[in-house]
């Protein structure tokens, strides 16, 4: 549906408040929280840090993410959106705002360690400054920018999809994504038909609930590459054969991985 009766929204003069924090507590169990205003933990995202967890994802992983999701969850706090009834006009803005804005200059933690403001904190012993995208002249590295590098603002879009998406899954969150995956990807991602029955195969694996034959254990399932003629003694529907089976006249040719397999008996269930 267009929205085309909500006016544009003006992030020209925006600032991202410095709200809430991203906690380490030192706990193997929840090594990181996300905290509101007030220092309460953001319920959503410590679910999904425990998913995160869960996926044997470790604790740089755990904060990487968190990172990420405190930047969305300031622009929610300042914008006064509720994380669940955020839409794609929402996160269209924010990756628009990553990517026209300046990054947020805070005071270095050690200042504020120190119990200094911005006012009171010492002044750099130099005044000159690294024109951005200068590399270094000792490990080459170039200076960050004064704008999200975009490298910054793809993992972040794809750490807000993915939180999404386990919410939508659980049922806790949005039934839209606000974070949609790119048209010209979809074409390979589950649905949610085929994500009940959990990921999409691989290629060349049976997909979920598919069933199976029942083969005799040691059977190879490599089909004759060179499509000759069954030995006498097979089907012509027989396409596969235990491994070992001896070669006759008619298999010189054969792969040694490609062998028709023999007769039917009574052991094979079809």
Same mark, same amino acid.
């Given at each position: 549906?267009? &929205?085309?009766?909500?006016?544009?929204?003006?992030?020209?003069?925006?600032?991202?408040?410095?709200?809430? *924090?991203?906690?380490?507590?030192?706990? @193997? $169990?929840?090594?990181?929280?996300?905290?509101? @205003?007030?220092?309460?933990?953001?319920?959503?995202?410590?679910?999904?840090?425990?998913? #995160? @967890?869960?996926?044997?994802?470790?604790?740089?992983?755990?904060?990487?993410?968190?990172?990420? #999701?405190?930047?969305?969850?300031?622009?929610? $706090?300042?914008?006064?959106?509720?994380?669940?009834?955020?839409?794609?006009?929402?996160?269209?803005?924010? !990756? *628009?705002?990553?990517? !026209?804005?300046?990054?947020? &200059?805070?005071?270095? $933690?050690?200042?504020?360690?120190?119990?200094?403001?911005?006012? /009171?904190?010492?002044?750099?012993?130099? /005044?000159?400054?690294? !024109?951005?995208? /200068?590399?270094?002249?000792?490990?080459?590295?170039?200076?960050?920018?004064? @704008?999200?590098?975009?490298?910054?603002?793809?993992?972040?879009? /794809?750490?807000?999809?993915?939180?999404?998406?386990?919410?939508?899954?659980?049922?806790?969150?949005?039934?839209?994504?606000?974070?949609?995956?790119?048209?010209?990807?979809?074409?390979?991602?589950?649905?949610?038909?085929?994500?009940?029955?959990?990921?999409?195969?691989?290629?060349? &694996?049976?997909?979920?609930?598919?069933?199976?034959?029942?083969?005799?254990?040691?059977?190879?399932?490599?089909?004759?590459?060179?499509?000759?003629?069954?030995?006498?003694?097979?089907?012509? !529907?027989?396409?596969? $054969?235990?491994?070992?089976?001896?070669?006759?006249?008619?298999?010189?040719?054969?792969?040694?991985?490609?062998?028709?397999?023999?007769?039917?008996?009574?052991?094979?269930?079809?």
């Amino acid at each position: 549906m267009l &929205q085309g009766d909500v006016p544009e929204r003006d992030l020209t003069a925006f600032a991202l408040p410095e709200l809430g *924090r991203l906690h380490e507590t030192g706990n @193997q $169990w929840a090594p990181y929280q996300l905290l509101d @205003q007030d220092g309460v933990v953001v319920d959503p995202v410590r679910v999904f840090f425990a998913e #995160l @967890q869960a996926e044997d994802k470790p604790a740089s992983t755990v904060r990487s993410y968190g990172m990420d #999701l405190l930047r969305w969850w300031r622009f929610l $706090w300042a914008l006064d959106i509720e994380w669940n009834r955020a839409t794609r006009m929402d996160a269209r803005d924010f !990756i *628009r705002w990553m990517q !026209i804005a300046n990054k947020p &200059q805070r005071l270095h $933690w050690r200042h504020r360690k120190a119990g200094h403001s911005e006012e /009171t904190a010492p002044k750099p012993r130099t /005044t000159r400054k690294k !024109i951005p995208g /200068t590399p270094n002249a000792i490990t080459g590295k170039v200076s960050p920018g004064p @704008q999200y590098a975009a490298r910054t603002r793809a993992h972040c879009e /794809t750490v807000l999809r993915t939180f999404y998406d386990f919410h939508r899954d659980e049922g806790t969150g949005p039934i839209i994504n606000p974070f949609p995956l790119d048209r010209s990807r979809r074409s390979g991602r589950a649905t949610p038909t085929t994500r009940l029955a959990g990921p999409l195969p691989k290629s060349g &694996q049976a997909a979920t609930g598919r069933p199976s034959r029942n083969v005799r254990p040691g059977a190879s399932r490599t089909r004759c590459s060179t499509h000759c003629s069954p030995p006498s003694g097979t089907t012509e !529907i027989a396409l596969y $054969w235990p491994s070992g089976f001896p070669t006759g006249p008619a298999q010189k040719n054969c792969s040694p991985v490609g062998r028709a397999m023999p007769s039917l008996d009574s052991s094979w269930s079809v």
